[in-house]
């Protein structure tokens, strides 16, 4: 048992060798003296914690409230994803696939569907592409929407939450005239869209961007991120150096706020995102600012994307003509996609039968939380917060 | 009827009237609290229970009190239970030196009534300490220390801003302070405005307010020295939080804003009045700004406010003389 605990907590921590449960071996630790140490209390962080996104459990050995060492246990949401998919049809994972980050659907989908249309070499009419790209936006849009209000929330800002809550419900009206559902999709198809879109709902989308632009984007930067305690809770806070973050395997807005212009949409672009101009926000020390700042921006590029897509939406029809049975050739693909919070991939292997030999889910999030003993060490237990929100994970995506 | 159970009946009164009023006013504030933020924050607040969700306090309550009383196992039974006592009593405390009209206050005028009200409102920490290491939960410990920690840093300004005002006052009791203000027809936010602010934040401080309230940071701390509590023992902890940030304000009234004074309406009214602006600025501020480190309120306090609240003191004595 006390090896157990030594591994799983690092050294430094007095445990007693012959304790029967993990609760007796550590419970008299905390107010233990270290001979020539300073005393180090264990602190079980979650997983029912107001501030740990979701059910994660971090393990935290504290000095005062300096944090010496801060491991995450993941696996409380483990749903047994990977395995469950294997022996359903295509049509069957797309819906499930929602469940994995359920903040950003349409990205899992995308990740899914658009794996499978290789397999198959379907070719997407041009419509359904451009919507495609509206939705993956307009869902990039409300991820970071609800990244903007926990991220406040958990610097103690509640009102900022409830703010960033009314727009992301205004985006959740509009996806619900479309799809149907305000969370889960199951909007796109192998092949296209389950539907067009009607004009009134674009005018609708019109209308929701010229609120967002001119009145509720500003007051965020006046709320929250021009706010000099906020700029003094993160500037400094989880830097994460470029070299770590490649190391770590970072993707996304944790990735670009280490200064790495690395986006998908730009350098492997999956969907016709390089007929539409905008930019990829960088930041430049890789510390919670910065990862805020490039979510903050990644907003308004969003809101670029979706203009363009709705003027030079052509006509014509969202689905490809598909045989009844999707059978796709034996092989293999990957198949990656830029979700709001980093790389999406999806490793299929075909083994010619109407559902996947085996899907491998290739999860940012559980990516990014790997780096929260990097980022958290030495800061104190505040800290620790900003640096769990500033990575924006989906529990739900780490532990598939 | 002898002269002593006269006394010792206008006592009785009086303290009824002053917990009855303390319950009242924890009513209102907690429903102006909702009802402020709710407006702050695009929502509706309260709206089933009484007229705009008025006696929703009253349906909180009576939930409290039906709850089970749950004791962690590991606690320090007498420490744990007499902590919400403990930061109750000093919030009752201060009404004892209140003054609520010209030759009116509720207990005596003490002639050292400034040093009272500073040694009183400080007394929560004892309370809070309490419940911090009484609950023998990690959680609550780390809250208590930072109370203990942030009680020593704002507790210098504020007493050196206090202290202004007893230095332009010529007086140290609070009847005294707010006669003088009358007396000479200016209120002392006007030339102590640097002392009223450096008052406005540490008391928020000292609150556990606003974005100090790193005592009970829900978000790091879960409920910091408050975790281990439920029922109506929490109850009694959000009482004295309400009643202590309502004396803290009237306080405020008193030494800044001329207390009592003002036309048509009674005194009582009148501080009472000024201390729920106070207050509603306070709420302003809780619900608007994100929440400081540790640290930084240490550095704040250590670095900014106690070198100008001393530069302040040196400034006003100097315009004295």
Request: hydrophobic share 50%; aromatic share 10%; net charge neutral.
């Amino acid at each position: 048992m006390a090896d157990q605990i030594e591994r799983s907590i690092g050294a430094g921590v007095q445990v007693i060798e012959d304790a029967e449960t993990m609760e007796e071996a550590l419970r008299p630790a905390h107010l233990e003296e270290q001979a020539g140490e300073r005393r180090r209390m264990l602190v079980n962080f979650g997983p029912q914690h107001p501030s740990t996104h979701g059910v994660l459990r971090v393990l935290l050995t504290l000095e005062g409230e300096t944090v010496i060492d801060a491991q995450p246990d993941i696996g409380y949401l483990h749903r047994n994803w990977e395995k469950i998919v294997e022996g359903w049809t295509y049509a069957m994972v797309v819906p499930f696939s929602d469940r994995n980050d359920y903040l950003a659907a349409i990205c899992n989908e995308q990740a899914v569907v658009g794996a499978v249309e290789r397999l198959m070499g379907i070719e997407v009419p041009e419509r359904g592409q451009f919507l495609r790209v509206l939705v993956f936006e307009l869902q990039r849009l409300t991820s970071h929407l609800i990244w903007f209000g926990t991220f406040a929330m958990d610097m103690g800002a509640t009102t900022a939450f409830l703010h960033a809550f009314r727009e992301r419900e205004r985006c959740y009206s509009l996806f619900e005239e479309i799809t149907g559902a305000r969370l889960l999709y199951n909007y796109l198809r192998i092949g296209g869209l389950r539907n067009d879109v009607p004009d009134s709902w674009l005018k609708k989308l019109e209308q929701f961007l010229d609120d967002f632009e001119k009145e509720a984007y500003p007051s965020y930067w006046d709320l929250v991120i021009n706010n000099e305690i906020f700029r003094v809770r993160t500037k400094g806070i989880g830097v994460i150096t470029p070299e770590q973050a490649i190391a770590y395997g970072a993707s996304g807005p944790v990735l670009r706020g280490s200064g790495i212009r690395w986006d998908l949409r730009k350098v492997d672009p999956f969907l016709p995102y390089d007929q539409f101009e905008f930019d990829i926000p960088v930041g430049t020390n890789g510390d919670a600012y910065d990862r805020a700042i490039v979510r903050m921006k990644e907003m308004m590029e969003s809101v670029k994307i979706i203009r363009q897509v709705m003027k030079r939406l052509p006509d014509g029809p969202v689905m490809a003509k598909l045989p009844r049975a999707l059978r796709p050739p034996k092989g293999q693909v990957y198949n990656r996609v830029e979700s709001p919070r980093g790389e999406v991939g999806v490793y299929l292997i075909s083994d010619g039968g109407t559902g996947p030999y085996r899907i491998k889910w290739r999860s940012p999030c559980f990516t990014h939380l790997m780096l929260l003993p990097v980022m958290a060490r030495g800061h104190l237990v505040a800290d620790l917060v900003t640096c769990i929100g500033s990575i924006d994970i989906v529990l739900g995506e780490v532990d598939r | 009827m002898p002269g002593w159970l006269i006394d010792f009946l206008w006592v009785v009164v009086k303290v009824t009237l002053v917990i009855a009023f303390v319950g009242v006013n924890f009513i209102f504030m907690v429903w102006l609290e909702r009802k402020l933020s709710a407006k702050m924050q695009a929502r509706i607040g309260p709206n089933r229970v009484g007229p705009h969700g008025s006696l929703q306090l009253i349906a909180d309550a009576l939930k409290l009190f039906s709850k089970e009383d749950i004791k962690p196992a590991m606690a320090d039974p007498k420490v744990w239970a007499l902590a919400p006592v403990v930061m109750f009593a000093p919030a009752l405390l201060v009404f004892y030196v209140l003054p609520v009209g010209p030759n009116a206050v509720i207990g005596t005028d003490l002639n050292v009534g400034l040093l009272y009200l500073a040694a009183v409102s400080s007394f929560t920490l004892v309370g809070i300490f309490m419940a911090g290491w009484g609950s023998n939960s990690k959680y609550s410990l780390l809250g208590a220390m930072r109370a203990g920690a942030a009680l020593m840093a704002y507790e210098i300004p504020l007493v050196l801003s206090i202290l202004t005002v007893a230095m332009l006052a010529g007086t140290l009791s609070v009847q005294g302070i707010v006669q003088a203000q009358v007396d000479r027809g200016y209120y002392f936010v006007f030339p102590g405005i640097v002392a009223f602010i450096i008052y406005f934040i540490c008391v928020m401080a000292e609150l556990g307010r606003g974005p100090f309230d790193l005592v009970e940071a829900e978000h790091e701390l879960v409920m910091g020295y408050q975790t281990e509590y439920s029922g109506m023992r929490w109850g009694i902890m959000l009482m004295a939080e309400y009643t202590n940030q309502f004396t803290a304000a009237a306080i405020a009234a008193m030494l800044f804003l001329g207390g009592w004074d003002g036309p048509f309406l009674p005194g009582w009214l009148w501080l009472v009045i000024k201390a729920y602006a106070l207050v509603m600025v306070m709420m302003w501020v809780r619900w608007t700004l994100p929440r400081v480190r540790i640290d930084q309120l240490l550095d704040l306090s250590w670095k900014f406010l106690l070198p100008v609240s001393l530069l302040n003191l040196v400034v006003v004595a100097i315009f004295l003389v």
